[in-house]
């Protein structure tokens, strides 16, 4: 019998989500609940496992762990994308990748229900009803009428434009090799520059995927571009935006505020500004958890894992 561990399984979900029963004669299912950021201890934990089910970047498999799993055999990842694992590295130590589906849906819905709190200053306005404080201490901005700039156009950028003309908003787009005849297709004007986006914007809302290209995209001198009244939002990678320089904006309003779904370390430490500064309205990486979500992921899992077994794996990556 062959072991599977089911890595960062926060809501004790795994189980719940697909039929594992289809595989109950031939692997043992260990879901782990909580993060390991120690690599030895997580080196201890998974070096009996010939399988193992990572959820997005959670977990980051470089070089150097996969040569302490000498037992790993299949690696299953969430989704068909994911930066955080060595892809090289796995091909050279005998382990083969799969991935599963992952819809849209979900990170689209929580860049707008970001957008909509920062506007409302739901946050502030939630805290003082429940904590008995002022009735009515904000004034929101409207959404009819203001820009929304969105950096990267594609799946789920192109789905947060169409909800943003649906508020009345004016969206603009703006990436590296975007074209006009991709933004015409879209219904949204094309940024001449990366800067004209960033100056005229309400709203930013970042949809890019992290590369050599994009690492960085956002420091200082880009955020001082920006409005004091406008509001940046960043469900894709946190590495996009310089933390840095974007917390020093946010402690010195030169920003209205943030909307952050992704951090540069996961979970974020106790201690961090992110939780502490009253212009941010942050979430714990939730883009793409969802039921829907989930279902697909572990029944994928399921299905990568029975194809592994059989010899003919499926949805490989590697």
């Not at 939630?126 to 409207?142: E, F, K, V």
């Not at 310089?242 to 402690?251: G, K, M, S, T």
């Amino acid at each position: 019998m062959k072991t599977c561990v089911i890595l960062d399984d926060y809501q004790d979900a795994a189980r719940h989500m697909a039929d594992w029963s289809t595989l109950a004669d031939r692997v043992k299912i260990v879901p782990l609940h909580h993060h390991i950021a120690d690599e030895q201890a997580l080196v201890a934990a998974l070096a009996d496992a010939e399988i193992i089910v990572i959820m997005r970047e959670r977990t980051p498999f470089p070089a150097r762990l996969f040569a302490r799993l000498p037992a790993l055999r299949l690696l299953v990842t969430s989704g068909t994308r994911n930066a955080a694992i060595d892809l090289a590295a796995a091909g050279a130590h005998g382990v083969t990748v799969c991935g599963t589906g992952s819809g849209a849906e979900a990170p689209v819905e929580l860049t707008w229900a970001l957008i909509l709190g920062l506007a409302r200053h739901l946050v502030t306005e939630n805290a003082a009803l429940r904590q008995g404080g002022p009735w009515q201490s904000t004034i929101g901005a409207d959404l009819y009428g203001r820009r929304l700039g969105l950096l990267g156009l594609g799946r789920i950028g192109t789905r947060v434009g169409m909800i943003g003309r649906a508020f009345g908003m004016k969206i603009t787009a703006w990436s590296p090799n975007l074209t006009p005849e991709r933004t015409d297709a879209a219904g949204v004007a094309l940024a001449a520059s990366k800067e004209e986006l960033l100056e005229t914007s309400d709203f930013v809302s970042i949809h890019l995927v992290l590369g050599d290209s994009t690492r960085g995209l956002l420091g200082a001198p880009e955020l001082a571009r920006m409005p004091a009244h406008a509001c940046l939002v960043n469900t894709a990678r946190a590495a996009i935006v310089d933390q840095a320089a974007l917390i020093a904006a946010l402690e010195g309003k030169q920003i209205a505020g943030a909307g952050l779904d992704v951090f540069d370390c996961e979970p974020l430490p106790a201690d961090h500004p992110f939780r502490r500064l009253p212009n941010v309205l942050a979430t714990p990486h939730l883009g793409y958890v969802t039921d829907g979500n989930y279902r697909t992921y572990f029944t994928e899992a399921v299905e990568d894992i029975a194809a592994w077994l059989a010899g003919t794996p499926v949805r490989v990556l590697a």
